[in-house]
């Protein structure tokens, strides 16, 4: 029962650890530069507006 509990952890840690072996760098490739510009004031409303208009319960409706 040893003897086969200890080949089966040999055949398991094999079968595991393959994959980290087959594993590659990567290799830099001629990849653009995406152009990033942030958005200035993104959370302010125009005015007259007002954020949370639509929220709302209706009770005996």
Do not use: H
Request: proline share 8%.
């Amino acid at each position: 029962m040893k003897r086969c509990l200890a080949i089966v952890s040999a055949i398991a840690l094999v079968v595991c650890a393959a994959p980290l072996f087959a594993q590659q760098k990567a290799t830099i490739q001629n990849v653009p530069e995406i152009p990033y510009t942030s958005v200035p004031n993104l959370l302010k409303v125009p005015t007259g507006e007002t954020l949370g208009e639509a929220v709302g319960i209706a009770t005996n409706s």
